[in-house]
């Protein structure tokens, strides 16, 4: 049985204009989906369907073998049972995160479930512990930073151990330290068996995160779904999406005008003892904007980086950092790819 299944979904926004144009889709137990396509294309309007927080004007949407309507979500029990296996983390945590303290705010969702307050004390300490954030309890929301409240958010949703995590952009905005330690955390939860979902416009970390993708036109239409490796390998079918433009897939007279050679740069990192080192060290980098490749060496204790232009030591040192080892961001050469 799916998780999800989506058949011949229509939808639009004050009944003119058109969000989703015949969507179907299934989602099984354990996968995690990624919705790639360019900006209104429909992703994030899937995602809010699949939470029950918009309803389709057309075809059938289905959760844990049983349809989902607006109807059927005003039955308590319903209700109680679709939200508690569901949960949806926001693009925008402003407009997820809105208690007086970050305590209460992860609190919230178990409360309104049903559950005691001593349950909901315990698993609000787990959750604060698990995500590294127990020191920000007792603040309000609005003073933290943009990655604080992402994880403030996530926490929100974790306390209520949900069997389906839905993401919308989970990595727009972040720095490089907070994308790679909200990779991780996803990587976690798929182990964990979480069926996780979620919109993205980010294809470096993919590999890393989805089983398969997605991929919708601008015409609100899915035209593919496929193993990630598979829809990352195909160039026409990103230009065709708008995923990524012409330059980037060195088609087209722009490009051969106006070619742009890569760069290799190799830094010594220190502290990695093991293969899961290097593949720590790798996916961090990798995170950094214009990286097209990354190779990590163990024996050398050092990782080459291909670039469109050489990187700043800062952003180098942050992302290996972040990643738990060490390398002081200077390049120790540096020639053309």
Known sequence: MSVFECTDL???????????????????????????????????????LLDGLLFADAGTFTAFGA?????????????????????????NSDAQVFSPSVREEIAFGCLQLGLDQATTAERVGDVLAMLDIAELADRAPFQLSGGQKKRVAIASVLVMNP???LFDEPTAALDPRTQFWLIELLEQLRAAGKTIVLATHDLDTLPDLADRCVVFSEQHRIVADAPTADVLSDRALLLSANLI???????GPAAAREPRPAVVSVYAVEGMTCAACTQKVGRALRGLPGVTAVSVDLPTASASVTSAAPLGPEAVRGAVAAA???TDGTARNQTPA
């Not at 939808?11 to 900006?39: C, M």
């Open 10 to 48: 229509h939808y639009s926004y004050l009944g003119r204009f058109p969000a989703l144009d015949g969507v179907s889709l299934r989602v099984g137990h354990g996968e995690t989906v990624a919705l790639l396509g360019a900006n209104g294309c429909g992703k994030s309007t899937l995602l809010k």
């Open 67 to 91: 349809q989902v309507t607006e109807d059927k979500l005003e039955d308590e029990q319903f209700n109680q049972g679709f939200r508690s296996r569901v949960g949806f983390v926001f693009q």
């Open 163 to 165: 069997e389906v995590l």
């Open 245 to 251: 433009h012409a330059r980037a897939a060195d088609r």
């Open 324 to 326: 738990g080892y060490a």
